[in-house]
């Protein structure tokens, strides 16, 4: 119905039921003077393995920064630790737990990396997990240092009409670096178009050579 896949419609579903037990407790929590928020269990091979996917998809700067600890009012407090770790912890507890039989299924490109890639490349090197999670450390870092930049580009050059017409001075990028550049574009079009879905690297590279073209 929404013209989306089975996981990412899945995993909409998810959020949207965190959301509403957040709503549940919101009042309590805003009576004792803190907030909600909600603990999800992804970990550092989710982490790799998204990174592997968006790489594989074209994805940019953000998507080796991989899966962000905190998102609003999600935070993931166990990217710092494997799989292993975990199973290790709960097997030493005595604890039981559930594998998603689903997990298996490498129709799934996700499953693919983690059933297929992830086993391969621990053979050519085991911390190949660790170094993945400290290189999207430093991505997220970069990330955040390039978006007050670019913020702070927009702030000063961007101007919205009351109709809703984006303005943008196209001067002020002469003699910034390319990336920069790009990364001004891109955010650019995802306020013309409303959502950063489906924007490409190609639709912002032909909008920069529109914009420094000088004529036409």
């Not at 689903?102 to 391969?120: F, G, L």
């Not at 290189?135 to 101007?159: F, G, I, Q």
Request: proline share 2%; glycine share 8%.
């Amino acid at each position: 119905e929404q013209g989306i896949s089975v996981e990412e419609a899945g995993r909409n579903v998810r959020y949207e039921a965190f959301k509403e037990e957040e709503r549940r407790f919101s009042d309590m929590a805003s009576e004792r003077g803190g907030s909600v928020k909600t603990a999800v269990a992804h970990h550092g091979d989710d982490n790799a393995e998204t990174m592997l996917f968006h790489l594989c998809r074209g994805s940019g700067l953000e998507g080796l920064a991989g899966i962000w600890p905190v998102r609003g009012s999600i935070i993931r407090p166990l990217l710092c630790v494997t799989r292993a770790d975990i199973e290790h912890f709960l097997k030493k507890r005595g604890q039981v737990y559930r594998t998603d039989a689903t997990n298996a299924d490498v129709r799934y490109s996700r499953n693919r990396i983690r059933n297929e890639i992830m086993p391969q490349m621990r053979l050519i090197n085991e911390g190949g997990v660790a170094h993945m999670n400290a290189l999207a450390e430093d991505m997220r870092e970069l990330s955040v240092c390039l978006r007050k930049e670019t913020d702070k580009v927009l702030a000063a050059h961007m101007k919205r009409s009351e109709d809703g017409t984006i303005c943008f001075d196209t001067e002020c990028l002469s003699g910034r670096q390319p990336f920069l550049q790009r990364r001004i574009m891109a955010e650019l079009l995802a306020e013309a178009a409303g959502s950063r879905k489906d924007i490409s690297r190609e639709h912002i590279r032909a909008l920069l050579s529109l914009s420094l073209g000088g004529t036409g």
